[in-house]
């Protein structure tokens, strides 16, 4: 796949440099220079090809959990514009931020909301397709807070580096029974042969 900025989309384009806007002012991803947020940003799209086309009942409906500036549900926003996307960070001045991106974007398909994973579970609980988080928590953890959200049938998908090995084997099989999940199904993507990075997929039960 080629690097975003080949392809002309000017809304991922303008989306990159309202990230870094907010350079210096508020930290919301961990990436700070342009090369660390286009390698993010590209990611998310190498990512595009596993959300569903169909929801269970109606629209799809996905959460990123702890999404600082918005990756990658921003980004999945932008290419995926009949998917219902909940941006989900307990940092309120994070949410104003991102808001406020979503808001000059145009993204009529974002909604913000401002709390913490374990409060909204309650609200949230079975409603979406897909529930993500990239760069939050080790496997174990990251589980726990996004296992109440999907759907059955729904997915959990998490982005993660070459360490994700120990942190898949901390979660037992009977944690996973218990979280009603199945074994992840562990996928190698992008084309830089300097990282290594593996899209992690478990499977409401």
Do not use: H
Not at 9 to 14: L, M, S
Not at 46 to 58: F, K, Q, R, S
Not at 106 to 125: H, Q
Not at 181 to 203: M, S, T, V
Request: some cysteine; hydrophobic content about 40%.
């Amino acid at each position: 796949m080629s690097d975003f900025a080949q392809t002309r989309d000017k809304k991922i384009e303008n989306y990159l440099e309202l990230l870094l806007s907010w350079v210096g002012k508020i930290r919301l991803t961990g990436a700070q220079s342009e090369r660390a947020l286009r390698e993010q940003i590209q990611d998310a799209i190498y990512m595009l090809p596993y959300l569903p086309e169909t929801g269970n009942g109606g629209a799809v409906r996905i959460i990123d959990v702890g999404t600082g500036g918005g990756l990658p549900g921003v980004v999945w926003a932008i290419k995926r514009p009949r998917i219902k996307f909940t941006l989900l960070d307990s940092i309120r001045k994070k949410c104003m931020a991102v808001e406020q991106i979503c808001g000059t974007l145009l993204l009529k398909n974002t909604k913000v909301v401002c709390a913490r994973a374990e409060t909204y579970a309650t609200e949230g609980a079975g409603i979406f397709d897909v529930a993500t988080a990239r760069a939050v928590a080790a496997v174990p953890k990251l589980l726990e807070w996004l296992a109440p959200f999907p759907k059955k049938g729904g997915l959990i998908i998490a982005p993660k580096g070459p360490k994700y090995r120990e942190e898949v084997a901390a979660v037992t099989e009977r944690r996973l029974a218990e979280l009603k999940l199945g074994a992840p199904e562990i996928i190698r993507y992008g084309d830089d042969p300097n990282r290594e990075n593996f899209l992690l997929i478990w499977k409401k039960q």
